[in-house]
């Protein structure tokens, strides 16, 4: 139609229900966690806007808060700031009382506040939010509100504020069971926050019981269609039921056994398999880093659980597997940098294929930027030929395609066949708040519980040129809590340290078995 009308009027009509379809589908591949997509997507829909409408248009001011939405997806929390305090700079007041974007932008603008821990302005634009939406609203809940009310009801009960926050959950869990929200993905969600709600509060039946109500959440008497699609996104958001429903399980359980771990544990299980069916179909590995930051806790509980069957069972694969998630972790944060890097070789890939590999990534890119018309099948088409290619490198360069592309969780097998006769290594990590140091060398593992807690960071943190004695004390006082209990498993010349969290800002060869008097007894 836009090829061939000339009635400019239709075609101005055409044109902003193209560019409101593009951003719908972007919409849509963020919900299926496809972010950097959804943020092309809907960057190229902003910029035609701007090249075609006035700029105190509305539709450009929807395009602005829907760009920064997709930015917060993508972790791009400043640009997607910067956009909000645009939108809420220049509204009119007319426009928040008949427009339900501006409610939203506030929201919006709230969720980036409380992503950066300033809780006093997440609070005051959740408040101005919250009330502009029931305003506008009344008591006809729109289903982006709906699951506002539960990121709220979350955010109050982490800073304890418990009446708000069961206030907020509890409203919207009962709204979505009547009416256009019942037997949706509305419904589920609303179920999951209110589980979420009452175990940040420490309510942990409460938390047990909701979160099994949304696992066995299952949809009734709708079209088959809608069935299919509805059924891959609730699939999608179970791991997150799933994690509430095992923490609070293991909150619950006084004295832990072997056989009620493993129950535990084969549910943890069953949430990492719909992440890795989840995987297939992300394309970027800034999004794979997403999926798993979202789902960090069902990751750290398989590390608790597994730590907990070790230490009851005394079976060093429960060790082996916990290293494996934790450095995996790791791992897909090193790979997340990689991507970024253009300058780097690697052995036994052609140029031709790394060239190959950067120019298909520009295609998608510039398919959107280099397109004036609206069209988005050249789009279609980059993508197409980038997910062929990735079959191929799987095929041909599979170690290759495993550094740069592969899976969630990376085995890390015959660890210890690399360690050299007389090396021992020493590897950091934090479960939760608990510091631990597994010690390996060729023929020996094991694995020590430190008493290092959140009150020691300033230790580590806190070095200064300025004060001798504190950091005398502080050299001495950090080598009792990190390397004293692991002292008697180090018997070689060379040791290697991997540190974690705080710990990387620590230098160990500054570590004293007694209190110095000056500098020069570290050297």
């Not at 289903?143 to 109050?156: D, I, N, T, W």
């Not at 008497?221 to 809608?226: F, S, V, Y």
């Not at 960071?457 to 300025?466: G, K, M, S």
Request: proline share 2%.
């Amino acid at each position: 139609f836009l090829d061939n009308s000339i009635d400019e009027q239709l075609r101005a009509g055409a044109q902003r229900s193209q560019l409101a379809a593009i951003d719908n589908l972007g919409v849509f591949y963020s919900e299926q966690g496809e972010f950097k997509r959804a943020e092309e997507l809907i960057t190229y829909s902003y910029n035609l806007k701007k090249q075609r409408l006035a700029n105190d248009e509305f539709d450009l001011t929807i395009s602005k808060i829907i760009l920064a939405q997709s930015k917060v997806n993508t972790r791009d929390l400043d640009e997607a700031g910067h956009l909000l305090d645009e939108v809420l700079t220049n509204y009119k007041e007319e426009d928040a009382s008949t427009n339900i974007w501006i409610p939203n932008a506030h929201l919006a603008r709230a969720a980036i506040y409380r992503e950066k821990n300033d809780y006093k302005n997440a609070a005051l634009y959740y408040g101005k939010g919250e009330k502009m939406n029931r305003a506008l609203l009344k008591n006809n809940f729109s289903k982006e509100f709906l699951e506002e009310l539960g990121s709220m009801a979350v955010f109050y009960a982490r800073h304890g504020k418990k009446e708000k926050a069961i206030t907020l959950a509890t409203e919207a869990f009962e709204f979505s069971q009547a009416g256009l929200f019942k037997n949706t993905l509305r419904e589920f969600n609303c179920t999951v926050n209110l589980a979420q709600t009452y175990f940040e509060l420490k309510e942990y039946k409460l938390a047990k019981k909701y979160s099994g109500q949304a696992l066995r959440f299952e949809y009734k008497k709708i079209d088959e269609e809608r069935k299919i699609s509805d059924s891959i996104l609730l699939q999608f958001e179970k791991p997150r039921a799933l994690a509430i429903n095992i923490a609070a399980t293991y909150e619950l359980e006084p004295n832990k056994t072997e056989e009620s771990l493993k129950v535990l544990l084969n549910k943890v299980a069953q949430g990492i398999k719909i992440l890795e069916q989840r995987k297939t179909n992300i394309k970027t590995h800034s999004d794979l880093t997403a999926l798993i930051s979202q789902n960090e806790e069902l990751f750290e509980l398989a590390k608790k659980i597994r730590l907990q069957l070790y230490f009851i069972t005394n079976e060093e694969s429960y060790i082996n597997d916990v290293i494996t998630i934790h450095e995996s972790s790791l791992y897909n944060k090193i790979r997340s940098r990689l991507h970024f890097r253009q300058d780097m070789k690697f052995s036994n890939v052609p140029p031709s294929v790394l060239n190959r590999e950067q120019q298909l990534k520009k295609n998608i890119t510039t398919s959107l930027q280099e397109n004036k018309t609206g069209s988005i099948n050249k789009f279609f088409e980059a993508q197409k030929q980038w997910d062929l290619f990735l079959d191929s490198l799987q095929n041909k360069f599979p170690k290759y395609y495993k550094l740069r592309y592969e899976t969630i969780k990376e085995p890390l097998d015959n660890l210890q066949s690399t360690i050299s006769k007389n090396t021992t290594i020493v590897r950091y990590f934090f479960i939760e708040e608990q510091l631990y140091a597994v010690v390996l060398t060729k023929n020996s593992k094991h694995l020590i519980p430190l008493s290092f807690s959140e009150k020691d960071y300033a230790l580590v943190q806190e070095h200064t040129l300025f004060d001798f004695n504190k950091n005398a004390t502080s050299y001495h006082t950090l080598y009792q809590l990190l390397w004293k209990p692991i002292e008697p498993y180090v018997n070689t010349t060379k040791v290697t340290i991997i540190p974690d969290g705080v710990l990387y800002n620590l230098s160990f060869e500054t570590l004293t078995p007694t209190q110095i008097k000056s500098y020069k007894q570290l050297a």
